[in-house]
């Protein structure tokens, strides 16, 4: 089997010839063969004369993206960009990562996803049905054998990116995900499995879709779906020993769970939980570092008690443990919950039998005082609060208010996605804050006003608002891809036998130091609680999202150097050579020569 890490100065061997090697994404060059390729992979009268760089034939790709007129249609079209050629894609979609990943992730692959199977077209990744599981490890060594896989991304589909159960349709945010782990962890796409577990769907709108392409039954639980999800585990754990195992999108009643069963024994992540969490951890470490304050003096209102609340709450209660020296238990009496029926109390969760919330439930005395969200941040006086809950306009104009009356800056964080379920919108919380706020959203948005006439640039990763008399500012997008590709290459690279918490406390703070804030005049040595600069601007919280590949990169090597120093890793070189092995182990868009083998790549 060819090495299908690509630089520039790669030769691969290839046994594939005329049709079959157009036709197979990994390997299409299209107009960018050479003339010798031509000759020898008999091309030449299959192509057009023109011998094309791939600059040439990244310009021509973004001409055509640019003649569809909605983000669904650009999805649609990079889509199918990305099955005829994988290198033009990636290093077209990498050139222009900030306006495109919107498209081809959220909020634009929510939409694409509750149309899948209308948009279906052809089969990709791995599909396992419950009604085949006798056949499973057949199918599963069908995708696998003869593969070095490195990343396996996994979704039984019933809590996808806010719009809930899509059945089958969750195989293309495995395939999404796994797209975003090559963009920015630099994980070769020939080393990754999308797989979607098709247990059923309780979304009545595919059941009664004569077009659903997914198995038309109720979602399967209990003993019967655990057993599934096992055997499925135990194969990768079986054919792919040392790779990261990434689930994605499972329900409340099941993500948390499964993450705590499996999380020991194998390299587990869950982007949900943990992603979100962390990413969002970094966000919180660089604002309380500009105040001047430490996350051990927060008090932290969550509105969206579902995985990702739950995560992000664990996430910072656990650094506030770690990093602050802080009563475990202390610390989880910083944290209020509150989701669709109010207040998470001990009354609330006997009654929802929702064993993930028992450790954050509040007394039943406090619920005397009103349970609703505002009744929560008035009590509880929090500095900081956090939306997971998709209720679109849950961060009401009274919500906000109330925060700027307990605190110079509050820090809201509405970080639902996609945009259409966001808690509160920008603007509205520049306009309710009288522009104190500080914010970070799970989504980009477009240009805002700020309450003096100025606007706010509502792009990823720049600077958050935070003062009425600023000039210039830009809502931060508190966006996972700044840090789980790095988690994962990182525990790639290093063979870990499990992503450690100590990983994950790694991961965050590595991103937290690239925090231009923290790097800024005032970040260093401003006063306590000014978070203005010398020019009155407020440098981004975060690194810009154009930066996600190196920002990912830097993560990558904390995460695997954690590794080494907690025994967890299983490498074969000398930890000193970390960084260049790191380096060498991205894969990059670019293509590489192509040498006639009949037993190269392509073999039968």
């Known amino acids: ?33 050479t003339e010798e390729e031509r000759q020898i992979f008999k091309l030449r009268g299959r192509l057009p004369c023109k011998v094309n760089t791939l600059e040439e034939q990244i310009k021509r790709a973004y001409d055509q993206l640019q003649q569809h007129d909605t983000p669904l249609k650009k999805n649609s ?31 634009t692959e929510a939409e694409a996803i509750s149309n899948y199977s209308h948009l279906y077209r052809r089969s990709e990744g791995l599909y396992l049905s419950f ?34 159960d899509q059945g089958v349709g969750g195989v293309a945010i495995s395939i999404a995900k796994s797209v975003i782990y090559t963009l920015v962890g630099g994980i070769d796409p020939a080393r990754t499995l999308p797989v979607a577990l098709d247990v059923g769907t309780n979304n009545k709108e595919l059941l009664d879709d004569d077009i659903y392409v997914g198995w038309r039954h109720n979602r399967v639980r209990g003993k019967d779906y655990d057993e599934f999800v096992d055997k499925f585990v135990q194969l990768v754990k079986k054919h792919v020993p040392n790779g990261l195992l990434h689930f994605e999108d499972f329900g409340v009643t099941n993500a948390q769970r499964l993450l705590n069963r499996y999380q020991e024994d194998y390299a587990v992540f869950n982007d949900d939980i943990q992603g979100t969490g962390a990413v ?3 966000a919180l470490m660089s604002a309380v570092g500009i105040t001047k304050t430490k996350l051990s003096d927060q008090t932290i209102v969550i509105y969206g008690a579902g995985s990702a609340g739950l995560g992000v709450a664990r996430q910072i209660r656990d650094a506030m443990v770690i990093l602050d020296g802080m009563d475990k238990e202390e610390a989880t009496r910083r944290f209020h919950l509150v989701d669709k029926d109010g207040l998470v109390t001990k009354s609330l969760v006997d009654k929802a039998q929702h064993a993930g919330w028992a450790e954050f439930q509040r007394n039943d ?6 349970t609703s969200l505002c009744d929560v941040v008035k009590r509880s006086k929090c500095t900081i609060l956090i939306g997971t809950s998709t209720h679109a306009g849950g961060f009401t104009e009274e919500v906000v208010k109330e925060m700027t009356r307990n605190n110079a800056h509050p820090i809201i964080l509405p970080l639902s996605n996609p ?16 522009g104190k706020a500080l914010i970070a959203t799970g989504s980009p948005f477009d240009a805002c006003d700020l309450p003096n006439g100025q606007k706010a640039m509502c792009v990823p990763i720049k600077n958050l608002v935070k003062s009425i008399n600023l000039t210039r500012n830009s809502i931060a997008e508190c966006n996972n891809a700044l840090i789980y590709g790095g988690i994962g290459h990182g525990a790639i690279l290093a ?40 020019e009155g ?5 975060l690194p810009d999202f154009e930066t996600a590949p190196d920002t990912n990169f830097e993560v990558s090597i904390a995460v695997a150097q954690c590794a080494i120093d907690e025994g967890l890793a299983r490498i074969d070189f000398d930890p000193s050579q970390l960084r260049e092995k790191a380096d060498i182990s991205r894969w990059q868009p670019v293509y590489p020569r192509y040498t006639y083998d009949a037993n190269g790549y392509g073999e039968s």
């Open 1 to 33: 089997m060819a090495d299908t890490n690509r630089k520039t100065s790669h030769t691969c061997k290839i046994s594939l010839q005329g049709a079959a090697l157009l036709n197979d994404p990994q390997w299409n060059k299209g107009s960018a063969f």
């Open 77 to 107: 079209f990079l889509e199918s960009l990305r099955v005829q050629n994988w290198i033009l894609y990636y290093a077209l979609v990498q050139k222009y990562l900030k306006e495109l990943m919107p498209i081809v992730y959220t909020p």
């Open 131 to 164: 009604p085949n599981a006798e056949t499973m490890e057949e199918d599963f060594l069908d995708q696998v054998k003869g593969r070095d896989i490195d990343l396996i991304v996994v979704s039984d589909a019933e809590a996808i990116l806010g719009i809930g």
């Open 280 to 282: 969002t951890l970094a």
């Open 365 to 370: 005395d406090e619920a005397q005082e009103g």
């Open 419 to 434: 945009t259409k379920l966001v808690e509160a919108h920008p603007q509205d919380i520049i306009k309710w804050s009288d």
């Open 495 to 534: 063979r870990a036998k499990k992503v450690s918490d100590g990983m994950l406390i790694a991961a965050v703070q590595r991103l937290a130091q690239l925090s231009p804030a923290l790097k800024s005049h005032q970040g260093e040595t401003g006063k306590e609680g000014n978070v203005q600069d010398a």
């Open 537 to 541: 601007n407020l440098p981004p919280l």
